[in-house]
């Protein structure tokens, strides 16, 4: 390389006819014919002369030129290819620059699978596309640290706990997707950022549920015949939760048994089995007269198209000026059990679709006590069709 640096000056360069002008130490510009010119760095490495592109003139200024052209002699004195090891730092910063939008987007995909319907009832993504994406959206997931989350999520960390926890949960999801991917991130930012939040100040607030001696009451009360109130009466009688209630198909009952497909049940698919529900006579009768609204082999159909929404049943009760929920009639179930039967719990948790017993246990017990649940849903659908409420108890 040449020792007479700085030969150049801007003038000179703006001046320049076509043809090729050194500054010195490699640096070169090529100057067109159009007026235009490129900035080029030449090299000697391993007895081989090489030419770097450093920039178009006058977007890359004289001083910017020499700056460029200085660290990249710099690579070449370590014994560097100054061409390769800027592709390298290229596919490097490429690579980095993944923003969490689009990591969390990838992570969702991928996990489709494993989640209740693919995903479509979007509430694994939810928690981050309103209180994370926002904020954090845009910045390439390499470059967010503890603090970064910390900020995002305290608005809500006490007053909405169990949305932050699953945000949480997402984010550190999305973090081990981008460290599989080959992202240089900190694994341990979401961990870091739940100790500066602190301990949440939360109370769990459980569903509510009526009380299981009320039930007959608002059963009875569910006389309209409305594809709202079929679809309660048979939620109350199965002891079920909504989403396969609302998903339920004809091509899934046969007599007296209805299975939900495994996919439908909750948690990931493939970590439970189908699972067959006893259908008591009042829930054959009402499954009877929802037949007769079914479409498409669905029995519970939208307005418009697919199904009852999530809300439907809630907002029926809500109108009712009830506190109580859809969900917490499963409560009522188990209390009712509990209270007014001797049902063995293995038996009453079985139908509410719980895995009982450990791991061993359940290995070597493969029966689903269908039997035994045939008698205490019958016992259930009589107890709320009838007008008077008595004790059961289930002698097994």
Known sequence: MARALHKLTTATVKAAQQGKYSDGGGLWVYKRKDGGAQWVLRYTLHGRRHEMGLGAYPEVTLKEARESAETWRAVVRQGKDAIKERERQRREAERNMHILSDIATDAFESRKA?????????????????????????????????????????????????????????????????????????????????ALLGKQRHTVRHVPALPWQDVPAFYRSLAGGSVTELALQLLILTAVRSYPLRHIHDSQIDGDVWTIPAENMKGRVGATQDFRVPLSTEAQRVIGEARKFSRD????????????????????????????????????????????????????????????????????????????????????????????TKIYKINQ
């Open 114 to 194: 494993e989640l209740k319907g693919d995903g479509k009832a979007g509430r694994w993504f939810t928690p981050l596309e309103l209180h994370v994406l926002p904020k954090l959206g845009r910045m390439p997931i390499a470059e967010i640290d503890q603090r970064d989350i910390r900020d995002t999520l305290a608005p809500i960390w006490h007053d909405k706990a169990d949305t932050a926890r699953k945000a949480m949960n997402r984010l550190n999801i999305c973090f081990k997707h981008a460290a599989a991917l080959g992202l240089d991130v900190d694994l341990q930012a979401p961990e870091k950022a739940k």
């Open 297 to 388: 082999g669905y029995l519970f159909s939208g307005v418009r198209r697919g199904v009852i929404s999530d809300m439907t049943m809630s907002a029926f009760m809500a109108r009712r000026g009830l506190e109580a929920r859809p969900h917490g009639f499963r409560s009522s179930f188990r209390d009712w059990c509990a209270d007014a039967t001797n049902t063995p719990r293995e038996v009453a948790e079985t139908a509410l679709g719980h895995v009982s017993g450990g791991s061993v246990e359940r290995a070597y017990r493969r029966t689903d006590f269908l039997e035994q649940r045939r008698a205490l849903m019958e016992r259930w659908g009589q107890m709320c069709a009838k007008e008077e």
